[in-house]
């Protein structure tokens, strides 16, 4: 197992960097795999296993082998509900039952993701923290973006639920809805400097927030990938953000 993610996030921080994670978007253990070895080779940080894009846990067993031996990146697990913009099961028993499943695997993954608005996620969490995980805990809107209180309540939830790194991402409409998520990820960042953020408005309009340093984490994709959210940018082009504009924020509050 790699080191505990939020540590390798923090990290980051306090360097005033981001982490570059891609997501593996293919529908194929070795498509997978041929996207981490890409990820790495462009120079990502971390990657996700999607497990929501595979067909079943035998499938996802056989993306972790091969994942692993394509790649040394630190890999985050994910099955995304179709609640919230993925390929699995919703909310409920079914994501439920999935993502236990996918635990009592033992993955060589160093975090989990776990969908705090699931009924079961104070269970999924206690389980992922006994099998030694860091938990990403993470809501997704793909529709809308809350107000900026509404975004700050549903931070610090997700943190008092014992998530080890707070993710958020939601879709905008207006560029008043992107200011809400930074305002709220800032403040966030002031009250609790010691917990990992990743806090995304999507889509081409919430796009600097991507590269916002309050964040600790960005997704980009690799030169011939696919995203995973709207919005995303190539490794190549967050990386050479990074290194023109070096502790820089994009958002001017």
């Known amino acids: 197992m790699n080191q505990p993610f939020a540590a390798l996030l923090l990290a980051a921080r306090r360097e005033r960097q981001l982490v570059i994670a891609t997501a593996l978007t293919d529908g194929a253990p070795s498509g997978q795999a041929r996207q981490a070895r890409l990820a ?50 919703g909310h409920g028993q079914g994501y439920e039952d999935y993502l236990a499943s996918l635990l009592q695997l033992r993955p060589a993954v160093a975090a989990v993701d776990i969908e705090m608005a699931c009924p079961a996620s104070k269970a999924l969490v206690a389980e992922a923290k006994a099998g030694g995980y860091d938990v990403v805990g993470s809501c997704h809107d793909f529709t809308a973006t809350p107000s900026a209180a509404q975004i700050a309540e549903k931070l610090a939830q997700i943190t008092a639920a014992g998530a080890d790194i707070t993710k958020v991402a939601y879709m905008p409409r207006t560029a008043q809805d992107v200011a809400a998520l930074r305002h709220a990820a800032h403040d966030f960042a002031g009250a609790y400097p010691h917990q990992p953020l990743i806090a995304i408005s999507m889509g081409q309009l919430g796009a600097p927030s991507r590269t916002d340093l309050v964040n600790c984490l960005t997704f980009a994709t690799i030169a011939d990938g696919a995203a995973s959210a709207p919005g995303q940018a190539t490794i190549a082009h967050v990386k050479a953000w990074l290194e023109n504009t070096p502790g820089t924020s994009t958002i001017e509050l």
Do not use: F, I, M, N
């Not at 040394?72 to 699995?88: A, M």
């Open 40 to 89: 790495q080779q462009q120079g990502a940080g971390a990657a996700e296993l999607r497990a929501d894009l595979l067909a079943d846990p035998a499938q996802v067993r056989a993306a972790l082998t091969a994942v692993r031996a394509a790649s040394s990146l630190p890999l985050l697990l994910t099955y995304r509900s179709t609640t919230e913009g993925g390929k699995g099961a």
